[in-house]
């Protein structure tokens, strides 16, 4: 059976996280976990009705792809206390917030603000934690492992009635803002991405698994990175070439480096040269002499 999200992204707040995240945002550590048990199935859920809907997953898939998970913290104790999130970890969390809630988002924070009695800054600032660590985890397999909107929305749905059974009692206005009743597993033979466990490994390359669309996108990215490395490579080797090239001091006009020219000291002017050279071209006179052209020989010029 699929590993269960809810669980994955609970195990990421220890006792000691929640001590410091609490601190962090000035909660005392009982409200702090009680915003984090109803933002978790909160998030988990809405982010399932979001791919319910018509385009809602390949919607997701492109605005994953357009991230950049670098610095994107694998788990939340990387980015509170001493390692606080940057502001761009910030500004791509609050997006991903607004991508799955739109205009419900402001609405979500005061009903899980008003459960837990923490401030709304607050919730926000544990949903945008959550939402960090789960975007970077989905869009590192959606970038570099091929995962499409169809295992996305098959590896949600598999966990849909968990989803809806974690939010606790007291967020019954969530479940109705949301429609958290249509979350409901879809009934039959399990799929490969329900049946597999999909995170196992390790946090950077959790095994979710690829349909035959994403391993044929993932395929052509690699031929296209090497295509682009082979053109490089050329172009590189044109270029040493170009500039091994012998070139003169005036004009930058390549020469042939292989051509001997030999001094006027070496050459031969002897008077038999000059008549063998006039009869293999039917001269009649020295064309080597100057004078005006057609007439060579300079003795033959009218003074």
């Known amino acids: 059976m699929a590993v269960h999200l809810l669980s994955y992204l609970k195990e990421q707040f220890t006792p000691a996280v929640v001590d410091q995240l609490s601190s962090d945002l000035n909660e005392s550590s009982a409200t702090t976990l009680k915003a984090i048990n109803g933002s978790l199935p909160t998030l988990l859920g809405g982010l399932t009705r979001h791919i319910q809907n018509s385009g809602g997953a390949s919607s997701l898939i492109s605005f994953l792809d357009k991230e950049n998970y670098g610095a994107t913290p694998l788990d939340v104790s990387q980015s509170i206390g001493e390692h606080p999130v940057t ?16 205009d419900k988002l402001t609405r979500v924070l005061e009903l899980i603000g008003l459960y837990s009695g923490a401030k709304p800054q607050s919730v926000q600032a544990i949903l945008i934690q959550v939402g960090s660590v789960l975007m970077g985890v989905l869009g590192r397999q959606e970038q570099e492992n ?71 996108r993932h395929e052509n990215v690699r031929w296209l990175r090497w295509a682009m ?55 009649a006179a020295d064309s080597t002499a100057p004078g005006p052209l057609g007439i060579r020989d300079s003795s033959k010029v009218n003074r």
Not at 94 to 101: E, V
């Open 87 to 102: 502001s761009e970890t910030i500004t791509a969390g609050r997006d991903f917030l607004d991508h799955i809630f739109g």
């Open 146 to 216: 091929g995962l499409t909107a169809e295992s996305l929305k098959t590896l949600l749905l598999g966990q849909a009635t968990e989803f809806r059974q974690a939010l606790p009692s007291g967020l019954d206005g969530v479940a109705s803002l949301l429609g958290f009743n249509d979350l409901v597993t879809p009934t039959g033979p399990l799929t490969e991405v329900q049946a597999t466990d999909n995170l196992s490994g390790n946090v950077i390359n959790p095994n979710i698994p690829k349909s035959a669309e994403g391993d044929r």
């Open 229 to 283: 490395i082979a053109i490089a490579v050329l172009v590189f080797a044109l270029l040493v070439q170009k500039c091994s090239e012998n070139q003169n001091g005036v004009d930058g006009i390549s020469t042939d480096s292989t051509a001997r020219v030999e001094p006027n000291s070496v050459e031969d002017t002897s008077a038999a040269t000059k008549e063998s050279v006039r009869e293999a071209h039917g001269q």
